[in-house]
């Protein structure tokens, strides 16, 4: 594979960070691709979604906690 400036990219491990209004995530030791050149840190698309959907588990449980909402309705017990 290579990388948009035109070097090779090496797989390895990485780490993912993202920060947002009422939380900050941290992943560590997951599989990304580093370009030799650039040192730009790329991930896989499978990778990507599977990180993008717990982020979004993430914020959408620390919004409840936050606003106080129930995560489910109470007529469901």
Same mark, same amino acid.
């Given at each position: 594979m290579q990388?948009?400036? +035109?070097g090779?990219?090496?797989e +390895?491990k990485?780490?993912?960070?993202?920060?947002?209004?009422?939380f900050s995530?941290?992943l560590?030791?997951?599989?990304?691709?580093?370009?030799?050149?650039?040192d730009e840190?790329?991930f896989?698309?499978e990778?990507?979604?599977?990180i993008q959907?717990l982020v $979004?588990n993430?914020e959408?449980d620390s $919004?409840e906690?936050?606003? +106080?909402?129930?995560?489910? $309705?109470?007529?469901?017990?």
């Amino acid at each position: 594979m290579q990388c948009k400036c +035109g070097g090779v990219l090496i797989e +390895g491990k990485s780490t993912y960070r993202t920060s947002k209004k009422n939380f900050s995530f941290i992943l560590e030791n997951i599989p990304a691709f580093k370009c030799m050149r650039c040192d730009e840190v790329t991930f896989s698309e499978e990778t990507m979604s599977k990180i993008q959907r717990l982020v $979004n588990n993430i914020e959408r449980d620390s $919004n409840e906690i936050v606003t +106080g909402q129930a995560s489910v $309705n109470l007529y469901d017990y």
